[in-house]
């Protein structure tokens, strides 16, 4: 939604009335269903904002056209120490309000999300702080040895010192103080585009920067965010040519699209890995004081073996999803060929593999999910709920919204529940083990809802959050990834896709990580 | 008069006392913010400070306490998901739900009220038929289904219409206003009609039993009696009687509006209160859905209350009986 | 009755008895069909084991692809439609009449009470009835279904939704019959009778319960039948919202909710069919209502 003073709409149109019709302005107008939170980049912590905010800032380091790392603020690296990083600096940055990039702005930018007020400091747990050597030379000095400074640094943007200073923003704002701060509404980054105008909901305007420091690989002269919550009215405003590019699209609404002249839609699978969390607690809470027949791995064998991917990807994922055997997508370090193996849908062996754990008559279970978070969340729950219902499991299923779902899901209170992970934004399969595999104790586990515990991944953990040489922790995490899978710690569901859906003369690449970045974008 | 004028405030303030309570202890059930305001991996560790720093760990009551004092002297807290005072965000998207709520009521009174008359005069022509009918599908279809028809129609197969938002808005001041443009002006339609419909419905249906009501009655027939033109009888004399109750019922659903604008806004992401409301319920941003409804709420006990002292200094019974 | 005697049988004479008929008849076919879903429905859609993805998204059997098996056609999880409509129905007409019939109870008591006794008893109950008032009916079932779902675990299963979604609605729809009772208990109270009653000593319970009661019931159930057309619909909204029936046993508004996702998919069937019924149901419910309405009580006014 455009804005513009009476003064403002006067000037458009005497400079319009001058122009003519010389200078075509390429605008690119897009929605998703969600909106960006705020221009704080360190005061939230969803990937959606991130990404969007990557428009209006650089990082240290960040991810290409084939998401290798790669430099952008810093040129160069080293490590001086096994706890301190030296960065090289790019010379000649400047701020979209005119200042110089220099150290001092990394080691204020650094300073700023290690502030216990600030929301996003957790991306950035390993760093301890950050020390400026000359003007164009910073250290990073981590808590420890840590291997994945590089991937951490990619989603830290950052801002600009004398700005802060300026608009008292070198803190930020913090909900449980009561402060807020200039930078929840104004963003001045050294990026490929700035920010025009900011309005939650009704649409957020982005301009281009012409001194950026980078080759411009687009030709955008603006960008029209305009979020949309309901799918169905997301896709009739693309359909009546109010949108140029939606994304997501919704699943089902893919061949319609697709089949509509002047239209046209791109997938490919996300990062983001959708299963199933096993409940390894000593009882169900569906049922008190009887042992738990999930502790039997047969019985969880056999929840595995009756699920019929092939018909979920087919029916609930319109063919667009990728059926997968282990917990981690194949972009992610820690995945192997051998892990990836499917368990074949097979409900006589499932039915077999249950009387011989001891329950020829099944039992009753349940299963929670949400119903606003994943693509097609509740329809797969559904599905998955009738499926094992038909091996003798007789499952209730209870879907609710996310706000609810995952409070209670980290309180422990589900017995079997659904989870998607995309190892954002560090994309290193180390994240599974940390939040997922481990069990909840010295800062790991955060996600491990089902209390699973496993000896060999909990030492493997370990030993890899420390691992400098790749190669090794590399081997650790497929090690690990395959324990899990030998013991049925999860159920891989599918790989989810990424689709969007735009009108003929948008040239966009996709990524799994489901980040748009528009400065790869082309529109005719 | 003082007295019963006190007394109604009186009422009005512990009114508005307890809708804060029970607004804000249902709000601490409704969901936790920690998880949607963590990042994905965090650790449980990095939660539980989280929920003290927020001070969701201390009882109800503290909270209550707290969030009361603050809220009495003008600070409503700043929004948990936009990290921006609340009053802030309700002060922006006021103007949308506002404008929309303008549009609807005018909508429906300037088409209820003839259709209304048309319905009362003429009960058994076609037309009227043809508009009861139509009132009654009107009545009975929910919200969410007649928005979504309408933009296929109008939007996806026509083209006539923008499917969602504002369009171009004017800035005056701090109030943003869709009425100067044009695309601001066929933005506010589809949602328009989408809202009024419900109370078109109701102002036509009020009209018609009232004019029905008034045509039957004594001081009609002398008139008729007396030969004066039916046109006067039935306009002068009929339809101003029947519009007391349309405007005082107009009034009252003001408020329901507002809150009925909830749906209407997430079928067109319509930028205003109702929209800023649901992305609250699911983010659980306590602060805003606390603010939404002790907003909605005092809207409602300002009307109420407005009415009712209006009623009193009309009816010298109702102030004998309150007294 | 002052209408009626001014234009003598208005109504039967604009031939609207027929379509009131009609409707009536539409509208207890409806609930019948409904009560009965378990025993006229093809297919059992509550049951998890009895639908198979596989005939998931079949077009209705009259169509070109259709299935003869399934009749309406099948859902996106390969569930028939017809019968997961019938059980919808059944659903949404037991959440509605039992939000009616809980709200009825509570507000005609309420108001009985307020009416008869006046002063501090009839302070209290107006004043509580003013604060559900300052919430509007969609919110205060949000909110109620929020906390139930917060505090009851299982909240949100097929056993416990019904019941909270009854009292979320009728938490709100209470206080218009109670507003309604207690000014007709007013005018009952004023009168020689009751009056009498007093004298001679009845007790208060006796005199409202077999004197005053009976009177102020004819308004109580033309409200009842526009609120059941009410309540529907609220609970088709709720649902619609996300905080209605589950998925594994379908409201017609669940029903409604899945099938809005696929408007523009070309599966028209799952999004058209079950609000094609919502919608005549509904439509039947209250044309029944106004019937009613403008037959025996014409002064009383269409409030939300």
């Known amino acids: 939604m455009s804005t513009m003073n009476l003064g403002g709409i006067a000037l458009a149109v005497a400079v319009g009335a001058l122009a003519g019709f010389t200078a075509e302005a390429k605008t690119l107008r897009w929605s998703s269903p969600t909106d960006l939170t705020t221009l704080d980049p360190y005061a939230h912590t969803e990937s959606f904002t991130t990404s969007m905010l990557h428009h209006v800032f650089d990082p240290l380091v960040r991810h290409g056209r084939n998401l290798e790392l790669e430099p952008a603020l810093a040129v160069s690296w080293k490590t001086v120490r096994p706890d301190t990083w030296r960065f090289e600096l790019r010379k000649n940055v400047k701020f979209h309000n005119g200042n110089p990039f220099t150290a001092d702005d990394v080691v204020a930018s650094i300073t700023r999300i290690l502030d216990p007020g600030s929301r996003a400091r957790g991306d950035l747990v390993a760093v301890d702080r950050a020390e400026k050597v000359d003007d164009f030379t910073v250290d990073i000095v981590t808590k420890g040895p840590y291997p994945l400074l590089l991937n951490d640094l990619s989603g830290i943007y950052i801002m600009d010192k004398e700005w802060m200073e300026a608009n008292g923003a070198l803190k930020p704002g913090d909900v449980s103080r ?7 509404t104004s963003a001045v980054g050294t990026g490929p585009f700035k920010v025009e105008s900011f309005k939650p909901e009704a649409g957020t305007v982005f301009v281009v920067n012409p001194n950026w420091w980078d080759k411009p690989q687009h030709n955008l002269d603006r960008i029209e965010f305009k979020p949309i919550k309901s799918d169905a009215t997301r896709v009739a405003a693309l359909l009546s040519g109010e949108l140029d590019l939606i994304a997501p699209a919704p699943l089902q609404d893919l061949q319609r699209i697709g089949n509509s002249s002047g239209f046209k839609v791109i997938e490919e699978p996300s990062l983001r890995l959708i299963m199933l969390s096993l409940s390894s607690r000593p009882e169900l809470k569906t049922a008190p004081g009887q042992k738990n027949p999930m502790l039997d791995l ?18 609930v994922m319109r063919d667009k999803s990728r059926n997968t055997g282990t917990l981690v997508a194949p972009q992610v370090p820690g995945f ?19 009387a011989e754990a001891g329950y020829p008559n099944g039992f009753k279970t349940k299963l929670n999910c949400p119903n606003d978070r994943y693509i097609n969340d509740e329809q797969t729950c559904v599905a998955i709920a009738s499926m094992w219902t038909k091996i003798g499991v007789q499952t209730e299923l209870q879907t609710e919204s996310r706000a609810t779902y995952f409070p209670r899901r980290d309180r422990g209170e589900f017995d079997n529940s659904m989870v998607g992970w995309a190892n954002m934004p560090s994309m290193d399969g180390f994240a599974t083990l940390s939040s997922l595999l481990a069990e909840q104790k010295d800062g790991y586990g955060g996600s491990n809802a089902g209390a699973y515990s496993n000896p060999k991944i909990e030492e493997l953990t370990r030993k890899a959050a420390v691992e400098l040489d790749e190669e090794k922790r590399r081997s650790m995490l497929v090690d690990a990834l395959k324990e899990a899978r030998d013991t049925v710690a999860y159920i891989p569901v599918h790989q989810q896709p990424v689709a969007w859906a735009m009108r003929d003369g948008v040239e966009i690449p996709q990524f799994p990580d489901e980040y748009v970045r528009l400065w790869f974008t082309n529109i005719k | 008069m003082l007295k019963v004028f006190l007394s109604r405030l009186g009422q009005a303030i512990l009114v508005m006392l307890v809708v804060s309570a029970v607004s804000f202890v249902m709000f601490r059930f409704v969901g936790d913010p920690v998880a949607s305001m963590s990042r994905e991996s965090a650790t449980i560790e990095e939660k539980t400070e989280l929920r003290r720093s927020l001070g969701l760990d201390q009882p109800v009551v503290v909270q209550y306490g707290h969030f009361l004092a603050r809220t009495l002297s003008g600070d409503l807290g700043i929004s948990y998901r936009n990290q921006r005072p609340v009053t802030q965000l309700i002060a922006e998207r006021l103007p949308a739900t506002l404008e929309l709520v303008i549009v609807a009521t005018l909508l429906s009174l300037a088409l209820g009220i003839p259709l209304g008359v048309l319905c009362a005069l003429k009960p058994n022509g076609v037309a009227a038929r043809g508009v009861q009918a139509l009132s009654l599908i009107g009545i009975s279809t929910p919200t969410f289904v007649t928005g979504i028809v309408l933009i296929l129609v109008f939007a996806v197969s026509l083209g006539w219409l923008p499917s969602f ?8 001041g701090w109030w943003s206003t869709g009425f100067l443009t044009a695309s601001g002006m066929t933005s506010l339609l589809l949602p328009g009609i989408t809202l009024a419909l419900y109370q078109l419905t109701l102002i036509m249906r009020l009209v018609r039993a009232e004019m029905i009501d008034v045509l039957s009655s004594d001081y009609i027939r002398f008139a008729k009696a007396r030969g004066l033109p039916a046109r006067y009888i039935h306009f002068r004399l009929a339809l101003r009687n029947a519009l007391m109750p349309v405007i005082t019922v107009t009034g009252l659903q003001i408020g329901s509006l507002i809150a009925f604008a909830i749906v209407t806004e997430t079928v067109f992401q319509w930028p205003g209160m109702g929209l800023l409301f649901i992305q609250a319920v699911s983010f659980a941003d306590i602060p805003v859905m606390a603010a939404y409804l002790l907003f909605v709420g005092l809207m409602f006990v300002i009307i109420n209350t407005v009415v009712d002292i209006l009623y009193a200094v009309v009816d010298p019974r109702l102030r004998a009986r309150s007294a | 009755m002052k209408t009626l005697t001014a234009s003598p049988g208005l109504i039967t004479r604009i031939g609207a008895p027929i379509s009131v008929m009609v409707a009536g008849v539409v509208a207890l076919v409806m609930v019948a069909c409904a009560l009965l879903a378990s025993r006229i429905a093809p297919y059992d859609p509550t049951d998890l084991a009895s639908f198979d993805l596989i005939n998931a998204e079949l077009p209705p059997a009259f169509s070109a692809d259709g299935d003869p098996r399934f009749l309406l056609g099948t859902d996106n999880q390969g569930r028939d439609l017809l019968s997961a409509m019938l059980y919808g129905a059944r659903v949404s007409i037991a959440i509605g009449g039992g939000a009616v019939l809980v709200a009825a109870t509570i507000g005609v008591f309420l108001g009985l009470l307020a009416g008869y006794y006046g002063g501090k008893v009839d302070a209290v109950i107006m004043r509580v009835a003013d604060v559900i008032l300052s919430f509007p009916t969609i919110l205060l079932a949000l909110l109620v ?11 949100a299963t097929a056993e416990w939704a019904p019941v ?20 007709a208990t007013m005018v009952e109270t004023a009168k020689e009778y009751v009056r009498a009653g007093k004298v001679i000593g009845l007790p208060s319970r006796r005199i409202m319960l077999r004197h005053i009661l009976p009177n102020v019931m004819s308004p109580v159930l ?7 057309a009410a309540a529907v619909l609220t609970e088709a909204t709720l649902s619609f919202l996300g905080v209605g029936m589950p998925p594994t046993y379908p409201s017609l508004g669940t029903l409604i909710r899945i099938g809005n996702e696929f408007v523009f998919s ?9 609000a094609l019924a919502l919608v005549i149901l509904v439509v039947a419910v209250n044309l029944v209502g106004d019937w009613l309405r403008d037959r025996f009580n014409p002064k009383l006014r269409v409030k939300r």
């Open chain 1, 298 to 315: 047969r019985v969880r064998q056999a929840m595995w073996h009756a699920i019929d991917f092939e018909a979920l990807k087919k029916r």
């Open chain 3, 145 to 155: 279904s929020g906390i139930a779902r917060a505090v009851l675990p299982g909240a």
């Open chain 3, 164 to 183: 909270i979604l009854i009292c979320a609605i009728a938490i709100h729809e209470w206080v218009q019959y109670a507003r309604t009772v207690r000014a």
């Open chain 3, 222 to 228: 033309v409200i009842s039948t526009i609120n059941l």
């Open chain 1, 336 to 354: 192997a060929k051998d892990n990836d193996q499917l368990f074949g849908y097979d409900q006589d062996k499932a039915k077999k593999l249950l």
């Open chain 2, 165 to 172: 938002g504002r369009g171009q808005v004017i800035d005056l």
């Open chain 3, 266 to 274: 070309g599966i028209w069937w799952i999004a058209l069919f079950p």
């Open chain 1, 178 to 184: 009561g402060v807020s701060t200039a930078a929840s």
